[in-house]
Nanobody, 127 residues
Framework: EVQLVESGGGLVQAGGSLRLSCAAS????????IGWFRQAPGKEREGVSC????????DYADSVKGRFTISTDNAKNTVYLQMNSLKPEDTAVYYC????????????????????WGQGTQVTVSS
């Protein structure tokens, strides 16, 4: 059974930090790109960052560059999103998704290209 399980969300004050985790199982982890997305109330889901598991390439949305860092622990089939200098506008439900590498152009955050999704974890940043 394919599973992506996010964890690490919570409530933090502006300027604080959180580290999200995305634990993957049920598929060949190193054949995929793992993306982090977020969805705020009333807004569309947007791409935040992605990483190619096989070669470590990463990408970030302009809104999080310099503040967020994506990384992977291949031995644990887990991708992390370290979020620093958090702002109230970072408040959203954060999801991870898996996109089979080599099928689409790099990088990419189009939702249909992601085959699997987690259930999401809530991040709330207070001002």
């Amino acid at each position: 059974e394919v599973q992506l399980v996010e964890s690490g969300g919570g409530l933090v004050q502006a300027g604080g930090s959180l580290r999200l985790s995305c634990a993957a199982s049920g598929f060949t982890f190193d054949r995929y790109i793992i993306g982090w997305f977020r969805q705020a109330p009333g807004k569309e889901r947007e791409g935040v960052s992605c990483i190619s598991i096989s070669d470590g390439r990463s990408d970030y949305a302009d809104s999080v560059k310099g503040r967020f860092t994506i990384s992977t622990d291949n031995a644990k089939n887990t991708v992390y999103l370290q979020m620093n200098s958090l702002k109230p506008e970072d408040t959203a439900v954060y999801y991870c998704g898996a996109d089979l590498a080599g099928v689409h152009t790099w990088p990419g955050y189009g939702l249909p290209r992601y085959d699997y999704w987690g259930q999401g974890t809530q991040v709330t940043v207070s001002s």
